[in-house]
């Protein structure tokens, strides 16, 4: 395992079949066989902060990632998980999570500060999953350019298959919060999404992420094994159907979402982990 600066978060659990159930049961699909899928590691080993150390937005005030300033609005960019081996159900596991990287940045709707989270999980004394997440912090009052969908919108036409739909609707948003333990208002109160300039609703990153890591898994040959790179590149905007169709070279390589209006909220790329 990687050295981990003294700031961090540790933390040992069982890996019990409850939330795999829950999970399975957002996605309307039975619980796959084996062990833990990829990605869905995201429902185990949370963080489970007191309700008083929430800020207004949901998020907490501080811990691992801290907010750089007061007010600045939270947005998930991204991420790379490596998959080394499935963690196994009814044994625990552990988690140490810290900070990786810190940049500043200036965009076009003011300061941007990017925080890197990496969080490696192990069980049994081997290291089983990577996961960097990538967080971008952006200045209290900026806007977001977003088309608003809804589920009376038909989905554009998948150009290219194998494909998935999901329809996200207010309910599987709000469930999908509370399996992964985010409060962030923005996926599930609809009076607080004006105040950090969206039009609706918002789709989870992670809950896009985790779908394209889904179609590489049911339609190729996993990412087990492999590097999972993914990029949020459009916010999803509204409760609606989305797709989830291969990359053009084939699921192996990779895959990508689009919303209701056929834009590219999210892409992803699939690599072998080196010798």
Same mark, same amino acid.
């Given at each position: ?15 019990? +079949? ?26 185990? #080993?949370? @963080?489970?902060?007191? !309700? ?6 949901? !998020? ?10 007061? $007010? ?9 998980? @490596?998959?080394?081996? *499935?963690?196994?159900?009814? =044994? ?10 810190? +940049? @500043? ?14 969080? =490696? ?10 996961? =960097?997440?990538?967080?971008?912090? +952006?200045?209290?009052?900026? $806007? ?9 919108? =038909? ?8 494909? #998935? ?6 309910? *599987? ?5 509370? *399996? ?6 923005? !996926? ?15 789709? !989870? ?16 040959? $996993? ?53």
């Amino acid at each position: 395992m990687s050295g981990a600066p003294a700031e961090q978060d540790r933390r040992t659990e069982t890996i019990t +079949r409850g939330p795999a159930e829950a999970l399975a049961g957002l996605l309307d699909i039975d619980v796959p066989a084996g062990g833990l899928p990829p990605l869905w590691h995201c429902a185990y #080993l949370l @963080e489970r902060r007191p !309700h008083s150390e929430l800020g207004p937005d949901g !998020h907490p005030t501080t811990g691992i990632p801290a907010p750089p300033g007061p $007010g600045r609005k939270r947005m998930f960019a991204g991420g790379r998980v @490596e998959t080394h081996g *499935l963690l196994r159900y009814d =044994e625990p596991a552990t988690r140490t999570t810290y900070v990786s990287a810190t +940049r @500043e940045k200036v965009g076009r709707t003011g300061p941007l500060t990017f925080v890197t989270v990496r969080s =490696e999980y192990t069980q049994g004394d081997r290291l089983k999953i990577v996961d =960097e997440s990538d967080i971008v912090y +952006r200045a209290p009052g900026s $806007g977001v350019d977003a088309r608003v969908g809804s589920l009376d919108d =038909e989905p554009e036409r998948a150009e290219r298959e194998p494909s #998935l739909r999901l329809t996200a609707d207010v309910a *599987l948003l709000f469930r999908f919060s509370a *399996l992964t333990y985010n409060a962030h208002r923005i !996926h599930y109160d609809q009076r607080w999404t004006a105040q950090e300039g969206y039009g609706d609703l918002v789709v !989870h990153g992670p809950l896009q992420a985790l779908m394209m890591a889904e179609l590489v898994r049911r339609a190729g040959t $996993g990412v087990l094994g492999s590097r999972f790179s993914y990029r949020l590149v459009a916010p999803m905007v509204g409760p609606q159907t989305f797709t989830v169709v291969a990359d053009a070279a084939g699921p192996d390589a990779g895959a990508e979402v689009a919303d209701v209006f056929g834009t590219v909220t999210a892409r992803s790329a699939v690599a072998p982990l080196s010798r």
